[in-house]
């Protein structure tokens, strides 16, 4: 049982709690320090940042966690969770020692570090903290002057566990953009992922595709093998094409070398077929939707890619197997039958668009309930301009994130396209009177972001938060 933490008098740290760090804290107060850095998670505003010192400054005190293992990195702005959760499943079903490094999480910050698809004990995310907590105790601001934000720590701490481990690959989710993303302290890497580029967090990455494919393609590094998923915008691959050819990286377009498509599918699973240089692959994919077969045959050319760099070739059962196993919830999940409850994070038009697509090509739904709720920022509009044919009745609801979207804004942007919407406080609310009146086949879509989808999975499931 770790020492309650007290700390003594002198120094005082980014919570305001004075003292040195020399006792082991415990999971809460590990949080609750983490959470005393800028976030832009929790705050929307974003630290701005002309590179990677600081980060690139703890991770040598720590004593560079990051190197000595096969890596794999993957941007984008749609898909690359998904595709990493794929990747790391296919791996892991080979026989080797994983780590998993993504965001957000969806009720605890452990499931951000995973070992072997695992996410790691409170204990040791909590261990892992106290010897960050250590080395960088006596410099709150920054290692070089500057703020370290929440997301270098939680990612340190990632490097920290698979080094610990230790894991024979690592496969490392971007956080936002790429360029001067915290995970992009890589000098060399195995391969590096875009999944499919489009306009998001415009503030902050570009007004344009362009601008936003150039954040992207930055992580890109000499050597290494680039596999690029289908773009829809010409110019984000041309961006990728160019980046891969200044680095004299070699590139994989895996919408030229790769085909795929469905065999048949029922409400939790797909069975799919990938035909690429390698041949015909069948398997079985417990994520629903045209847009994951994509996901898939993607993370299929990466681990084809990292096979060969390492003079390997993957057998066909392999693959298939690590795409059967892939758990990546809250991505068009069902969660209850009698009526029918699907959870999803789509949170933009893209997102909302395949949602739709999904709903009416998987589930042959033509009325459906939605519950909504959204990021402050996002496009409530685009998304409603999506699912409002699909809805015969919106609850607009806040979820218990910072940065949730008032309910009335939603509920105004549905009132606005003829559809019937009202507000609700919270999930919980919505969705048990949701549940009681509609009938056995009725369809209930959770949507609007992976934190209300979150909170509905946890709620119906009696997962503990």
């Known amino acids: 049982m770790p020492r309650p933490y007290r700390a003594p008098s002198d120094h005082v740290p980014p919570n305001g709690r004075r003292g040195r760090y020399n006792t082991t804290v415990t999971y809460d107060e590990a949080i609750e320090w983490l959470l005393s850095f800028a976030d832009f998670e929790r705050s929307g505003r974003f630290q701005d940042r002309p590179d990677l010192t600081p980060m690139l400054a703890l991770l040598e005190r720590l004593g560079n966690p990051h190197l000595g293992r096969a890596t794999v990195h993957i941007a984008g702005s749609k898909g690359k969770g998904s595709v990493a959760a794929m990747v790391d499943s296919i791996l892991l079903a080979d026989g080797r020692r994983t780590g998993l490094y993504t965001s957000p999480h969806l009720v605890h910050y452990t499931e951000r570090i995973r070992l072997d698809h695992e996410p790691i004990s409170p204990g040791r995310f909590a261990s892992l903290a106290t010897r960050v907590q250590r080395v960088i105790g006596e410099s709150p601001l920054g290692l070089d002057g500057r703020q370290l934000v929440t997301f270098d720590l939680l990612t340190a701490l990632g490097f920290m566990a698979f080094e610990s481990q230790p ?40 007004d344009t595709v362009e601008q936003i494919a150039r954040e ?45 498509g469905i065999v048949t599918h029922d409400r939790r699973s797909q069975d799919i077929r990938i035909k690429g240089p390698n041949g015909n692959l069948i398997a079985k994919l417990p994520l629903l939707g045209k847009h994951q077969i994509e996901n898939a045959a993607t993370a299929v050319a990466t681990v084809e890619v990292l096979t060969q760099r390492e003079g390997k070739s993957l057998p066909k059962d392999t693959l298939a197997k690590g795409l059967a196993n892939v758990r990546w919830p809250c991505r068009i999940e069902v969660i209850r039958e009698d009526p029918l409850v699907i959870v999803d994070g789509a949170h933009n038009r893209d997102s909302a668009r395949r949602l739709a697509e999904t709903l ?64 609700m406080d919270k999930v919980s609310e919505a969705l048990d009177p949701a549940i009681a009146s509609v009938g056995s086949h009725a369809l209930i879509c959770v949507a609007g972001s992976l934190f209300v989808a979150a909170e509905a999975r946890a709620h119906v499931l009696g997962v503990r938060t």
């Open 360 to 423: 009416v090509e998987y589930f042959a739904a033509d009325r459906v309930l939605f519950v909504i709720g959204c990021g402050s920022d996002k496009d409530i509009d685009g998304l409603a301009e999506e699912v409002a044919p699909l809805a015969s009745r919106v609850l607009a609801v806040r979820s218990e994130h910072p940065r949730a979207m008032d309910p009335q804004r939603i509920a105004e942007a549905f009132g606005r396209l003829g559809v019937d919407s009202r507000t």
């Open 167 to 206: 894991v024979d690959v690592q496969v490392v989710e971007v956080g936002l953009g790429g360029r001067v993303d915290s995970t992009n302290v890589f000098d060399t890497k195995d391969v590096a992922v875009v999944t499919p580029i489009s306009l998001e967090h415009t503030a902050i990455l570009g």
């Open 216 to 260: 992207k393609a930055a992580i890109l590094r000499p050597g290494c093998n680039v596999v690029m998923g289908t773009q829809a915008h010409p110019e984000a691959e041309g961006v990728v094409r160019r980046c891969a050819s200044q680095v004299d990286a070699p590139l994989i377009d895996v919408a030229s070398e790769y085909r795929w």
